[in-house]
């Protein structure tokens, strides 16, 4: 029988559940047109954030609204008003207001055929405001990740492995920085891009990364966050159709995309590359994947950081299952990525691809060189894969405390239950 209390909680926890979903896929989108609204980076994210909180006291009494995102912008500029008159800006903010507007209609009736050197695109002008050189690489990177992909800050910690206070000071700090340096909210020319094209580039692939295996929650994927970065890519083509590393990104995340509608089975529950029906991979996808990885050849500069990882990709996508993959190619090019951009995890994923190429035993003494990478101390990849190759080596015990560290690692709960299944049958 139910209580009033208790109906009162279920409206809280369903409104926090609402409010988390329109956070989780319009937050950047939200966030891009306050920006765009007041000029101001920093101020459009509070905004952003005192209007989430006005929908938690709100929502529960009143219900959610059939268009949450457009309520949640709309209270926030309702905000910046208030802001401006407080601050005895506010005839000034409107006069600005009213010339964007009549430059806006000016430039509607006045159209000329499409630039590509001129993006409207709020999202991509976010991701290229916070990826500004005034900006460190690793301020860039978390403060888009918390605009863009709406992640928590300690969701970001976990990512890169740092204190959840070190990634908090990095947002704050950056969004300062911006301000104090007055940073437009705009896609810079042509001749400014290269200096953060980089950035941006890291930024999209990570916010794909997000997607296609979600760092914390109760879901192994979060599709949306992985369309947007797939949208992203395809608007960076157009924008810098002159750079084979922006084709060699869009083939990685074509080529990785193809494979979602396999990777989880009917109750959501995760399904691994092996047990993967390949009659559901997006062939479409694999065919933009595969056209876009020849362009980025096609420059005859060599492959860079995503285009070697597309072009692994690529691999799986042409083979029929695991055992027909060619895994030496896909050494080699694991090898050529250590050489142009080394790191532990991309030694770690060597070892996999030796693993099936040469056998386990092999992959161990990779993997047992690893150990004391910082990078991978507190994660769960190391243990997992370490589980993997003891399992296949038949030595069990050691196996399953590997899967079991590897469990206590992991934020995802949906990968927690699969690294305990492996603990508990020690293969």
Not at 58 to 73: F, S
Not at 252 to 281: I, K, N, Y
Not at 353 to 380: F, M, N, R, T, W
């Amino acid at each position: 029988m139910s209580t009033p209390a208790g109906d009162e909680r279920r409206a809280v926890e369903s409104a926090r559940r609402s409010v988390a979903a329109v956070w989780r896929i319009e937050s950047a989108r939200i966030v891009a047109t306050l920006t765009r609204f007041t000029g101001d980076f920093a101020l459009a994210e509070d905004l952003a954030q005192e209007a989430l909180a006005d929908a938690l006291a709100q929502w529960p009494e009143r219900g959610a609204p059939r268009n949450g995102a457009a309520w949640l912008t709309a209270v926030a500029k309702r905000k910046a008003i208030d802001h401006w008159r407080r601050r005895e800006r506010y005839d000034d903010r409107l006069v600005a207001i009213a010339h964007d507007l009549e430059r806006e209609q000016d430039e509607a009736a006045d159209a000329v055929p499409w630039d590509p050197d001129e993006i409207d695109d709020d999202v991509l002008r976010l991701v290229f405001t916070a990826c500004h050189p005034v900006l460190t690489p690793a301020a860039r990177v978390a403060l888009t990740l918390r605009v863009v992909a709406g992640l928590e800050t300690s969701e970001i910690a976990r990512a890169f492995l740092v204190p959840v206070a070190t990634i908090q000071q990095r947002i704050v700090r950056a969004k300062q920085a911006l301000g104090d340096a007055g940073v437009p909210f705009e896609v810079p020319t042509r001749g400014e891009r290269a200096e953060r094209l980089g950035a941006v580039l890291q930024t999209v692939y990570l916010l794909f990364t997000e997607g296609h295996a979600a760092t914390a929650g109760d879901d192994w994927m979060r599709p949306g966050l992985a369309r947007e970065a797939l949208r992203l890519a395809r608007t960076l083509v157009a924008l810098q159709p002159e750079e084979p590393e922006v084709h060699g990104l869009l083939a990685l995340l074509e080529l990785t995309a193809a494979r979602f509608p396999a990777r989880v089975d009917a109750r959501g529950e995760p399904v691994l590359l092996a047990d993967q029906d390949r009659g559901l991979w997006d062939r479409g996808a694999i065919r933009r994947g595969r056209s876009a990885l020849r362009r980025a050849e096609g420059f005859g500069r060599g492959l860079g950081h995503y285009g070697l990882q597309a072009a692994i990709a690529e691999c799986h996508a042409a083979a029929a299952d695991v055992d027909s993959t060619d895994w030496p190619r896909i050494v080699a090019a694991y090898e050529a990525l250590e050489r142009l951009a080394p790191s532990p995890v991309v030694a770690l994923n060597r070892a996999v691809a030796v693993s099936l190429a040469e056998g386990p035993a092999a992959a161990l003494a990779i993997v047992d060189a690893l150990e004391g990478e910082k990078a991978l101390a507190i994660g769960h990849l190391l243990p997992s894969v370490r589980g993997e190759l003891l399992a296949r080596l038949g030595r069990a015990e050691e196996a399953r405390e590997a899967f079991s560290l590897a469990a206590e690692r992991t934020q995802n709960e949906r990968e927690r239950a699969v690294l305990l299944a492996k603990a508990a049958a020690g293969r």
